[in-house]
């Protein structure tokens, strides 16, 4: 295995960072406050439009955490998560020492089912017990059904936790993922569309709920001249240093969602004559998906070859692919909670491959997986 490594989704550095990073260190400000922060949180504000109030902190995770904590999740309660998701989603719901209520996906957004999610709103009700909080991820870039998600969270008066890790640059009739429900969750992730190297954001629609972000996540420290702590705090700032990195990325935010758009563009080019390949596209007009990473299902009774015969032929050329995320609810941390829905997200693991999105591709990487492909595909 001589060639180079196609990562599926590597860091893409614009050049600016280090102007930021290097203002910080001649200021002196490496703590997680300063002008970096400050101008991070009002460059993201900008991004997304609308009324929103940004509170940068050290990891996506501990923004889902986070809002959970203000939407008042607390031990012994209930909480819907999409199961077709990375374990990030659900993980904090059990900081809490809350139990998640896992629901399948739909076939069109692979994203959580309105009617599937209904089911389990009222079934728990039905055992006593109305769900805390949903959250909804907008999977691999898509977004979800926002409006039929909405709709039935509204009808129970239950928030929405947008979990828009994945989804910075996607917008649902024109309006940006992480802004629709009560808090929106930005991760920065090294992989991620842009990075901090790590990073998240929680997206707030007051300063009440950001500044209460603020405290928790800086050890929620009392309005006292000594260290006085009148509730459970967090280190989960983010640096000056990180929110430097995350300002010269931020100039090139547009570029690298139109580069995993064109990479997804590419997959649809490469697949249009393989029969029993489906690649991963918007259902319709109103979603706009920033594509981070390209995905495909592959049907092993059409194209006599499965996900992992694709997946295993890449990797001897170290091509780097990986099936899509195991749903919560057959993973063994999760075994004991309750799950609604039918298959569909087993489905789409079982058939489902991510490829190679990151959108500093080359042209010689891309023949390179090109070839690779229809030379499975031809066998």
């Known amino acids: 295995m001589n060639s180079k490594k196609i990562w599926l989704s590597s860091p893409h550095m614009g050049g600016n960072e280090l102007k930021y990073i290097h203002e910080a260190f001649d200021a002196n400000w490496v703590a997680p406050l300063g002008p970096n922060v400050n101008g991070f949180e009002e460059d993201i504000e900008q991004f997304l439009k609308g009324d929103v109030k940004i509170a940068v902190l050290s990891a996506g995770t501990a923004a889902l955490h986070l809002a959970l904590i203000e939407c008042g999740v607390s031990q012994g309660d209930e909480v819907i998560c999409q199961s077709m998701t990375f374990s990030a989603s659900a993980n904090p719901i059990a900081y809490q020492g809350a139990t998640p209520v896992f629901v399948d996906s739909e076939p069109d957004t692979w994203n959580i089912c309105p009617v599937a999610l209904e089911e389990a709103i009222a079934d728990r009700i039905a055992k006593g017990k109305t769900p805390k909080a949903i959250v909804a991820v907008h999977l691999y870039g898509m977004p979800f059904k926002v409006d039929e998600v909405m709709t039935v969270a509204n009808k129970y008066n239950i928030p929405v936790i947008e979990d828009a890790a994945e989804a910075l640059g996607s917008t649902y009739k024109g309006k940006a993922c992480g802004t629709f429900g009560r808090f929106g969750v930005l991760s920065f992730n090294g992989n991620k569309i842009i990075t901090t190297s790590g990073g998240g954001a929680l997206v707030c629609h007051s300063q009440e709920d950001k500044d209460k972000a603020v405290f928790l996540s800086t050890q929620a420290r009392d309005n006292a001249p000594h260290y006085q702590h ?13 929110a430097g990195i995350g300002r010269g990325q931020m100039e090139v935010l547009t570029d690298r969602v139109e580069a995993r758009r064109k990479m997804n563009k590419f997959y649809q080019e490469l697949f249009a004559d393989i029969e029993g390949v489906m690649v991963f596209t918007e259902p319709g007009s109103d979603y706009h998906s920033n594509h981070w990473l390209s995905a495909i299902i592959v049907d092993p009774k059409i194209t006599g070859k499965s996900r992992e015969d694709l997946r295993l032929a890449l990797l001897e050329d170290n091509i780097e692919s990986r099936p899509l995320w195991k749903p919560m609810h057959l993973q063994p941390v999760f075994s004991n909670s309750p799950y609604y829905g039918g298959k569909v997200s087993e489905e789409l693991f079982e058939n489902g491959l991510c490829l190679p999105s990151g959108s500093n591709l080359t042209d010689e990487e891309r023949k390179r997986i090109a070839l690779k492909i229809k030379e499975v595909f031809s066998k």
Not at 230 to 242: D, E, K, L, V, W
């Open 230 to 242: 009148s509730q459970i705090g967090y280190n989960y700032r983010m640096s000056n240093i990180c």
